[in-house]
């Protein structure tokens, strides 16, 4: 069979394009149809490890969203094109799951030539595997400086022969300029893919938007098919370094703290303060979602130590993933913040390294491949890390030791715990030898160097990706707390797809695949 594709484009980034796809991969499915996404260049730095021909391989975080939504098999075919931004004019280029220093290295508009058969490969095998194939497209379509190298909108838009919505942020303002000049600047052969324009993230009175659509389709001769009311949170992981920085509290009907505890604004003070560090290259921030979604803990990113000195308490820190860990590590010393996660885990507070922060919390980093760089570390467990031309990409089981270190902190919850997740890495770590030798000795809390804790227990360190994914570790960690009040996953995709049923107009989505 040949896959009938419904394409996302979007007017800008943040416009909505990968919520929407994930709705409609979960919504076409609800209608008995064989779904598979596909975004053929996706740049983040959230990613996860799927299938691929050589065993594992990377692919953009939303696309194993999407996947999942679908209720297919994530595989490096529904995101060929992975580019993570390491500096801000350079990016390692990921080709159907794996690093190609040659891609990486290459101009970008000589890349595309070579990329552009992978992709279409990739398309098309999906295409004669399942009955629909929702596209997402990135950025706008209508960059004119970019058209005559593009792998990602219009060109994969005709290649399937796509029924396009074309989707706006309406509460940034502008948008029936947005979508009309990005029709505009379409060839007229591309703009007869867009069958409808997509209104998101609009607050007040539909009716007060009249005459503004119809005006737009006698301009155009496309309806707009659909008014999205804005949706703070539907519990969705973040896309692309984007995300929400006000402090968020767990929702769930768990969430009060005992009768008579307020918080400096007033109501019911959260149980555990959470500070996340927002660095410029983070990486992999989604998997911290489920924290936003378990009652009584108080998600804050933060970017200076004024932001968590302004908080009345903090509970732990998390340095989470980087793409760029010497880079990052330099930023935070800028900001102050390596000494406000010093301080904190000097006077007993909880600190969470992962991948990136594991690495930040050592001695020392070392780099003879020249892939990250070299730094000194925070000092606040004894360990060194040495960056290896070789990337870890894998899916990971692991246990923690069955003893951990006892005291005030929420670390020792884990003993014994058995958790599931990911590995991206080109960094190894193991005991800072000199220290060791004089007495200085991390705990290893998990096998093969993957999880470290100090000797006081209140610092942990895991090259583990997902912790707050496994449930077993969230019942470990917050225990009484978790319950029916706390959203699946699965019931997030369900309500994704309920949305745009309500709010598109009648039979439009079913009108896009005929």
Known sequence: ??????????????????????????????????????????????????????????????????????????????????????????????????????????????????????????????????DLVVIEGAGSPAEINLSSSDI?????????????????????????????????????NERTLIKGFVLNKFRGDASLLAPAPQMLQDLTGIPTVATLPMWWQHGLPEEDGVFDMTPTLGTGVCALPPEGAVSRGGGPAPLTQVCIVAYP??????????????????????????????????D??????????????????????????????????????????????????????????????????????VFEADKTVRHTNARFAAQMVAGANPWSALAGVEVEGYEIHHGQTQQHAAMQAAGDVAREVMADGLGWQNPDGNVLGLYLHGLFEDPAALQALFGARLGEAVPTL???????????????????????LS
């Not at 885990?345 to 990250?372: K, N, R, T, Y």
Request: proline share 4%; glycine share 10%; aromatic share 6%.
């Open 281 to 314: 290259r983070i990486s992999n921030l989604d998997e911290f979602q489920p924290l936003k979604n378990v009652p009584g803990v108080r998600l804050q990113w933060v970017r200076s130590p004024s932001e968590i000195n302004a908080l009345k308490q903090t």
């Open 1 to 130: 069979m040949t896959a009938k594709c419904i394409m996302v484009l979007g007017t800008t980034s943040g416009a909505g394009k990968s919520w929407l796809t994930t709705a409609l991969c979960r919504y076409y499915q609800h209608q008995g149809l064989k779904v598979a996404p596909f975004k053929a260049q996706n740049m983040s730095n959230n990613a996860r490890v799927v299938a691929s021909e050589n065993g594992q391989g990377e692919i953009g975080s939303a696309q194993y969203f999407q996947a999942l939504a679908a209720r297919a098999v994530p595989d490096v075919r529904i995101n060929p094109l992975l580019l993570k931004p390491e500096h801000d004019t350079h990016s390692q280029v990921v080709l159907m799951g794996q690093v190609s220093e040659a891609l990486s290295n290459m101009d970008w508009r000589e890349r595309s030539d070579h990329v552009w058969p992978v992709i279409v490969q990739a398309l098309d095998d999906l295409r004669a595997e399942y």
């Open 316 to 385: 732990w820190i998390i340095l989470p993933g980087s793409k760029n860990t010497s880079g990052d590590l330099e930023w935070l010393r800028s900001q102050g913040l390596d000494a406000a996660v010093v301080h904190h885990a000097q006077a007993g507070g909880a600190v969470l390294g992962i991948c990136g922060g594991l690495q930040m919390l050592g001695e020392a980093l070392m780099d003879p491949h020249g892939v990250d760089g070299n730094a000194r570390g925070l000092g606040l467990l004894p360990l060194v890390t």
């Open 490 to 512: 699965d019931s997030v995709f369900d309500g994704l797809a309920d949305f745009i049923e309500k709010n598109f107009e009648p039979g439009a989505l079913q009108a896009l």
């Open 152 to 188: 990602v909108n219009m060109r994969v838009a005709l290649h399937c022969n796509a029924a396009c919505l074309l989707v706006t942020d309406i509460d940034r303002g502008g948008a029936f300029a947005h979508l009309y000049g990005t029709w505009a600047l379409l060839p007229e």
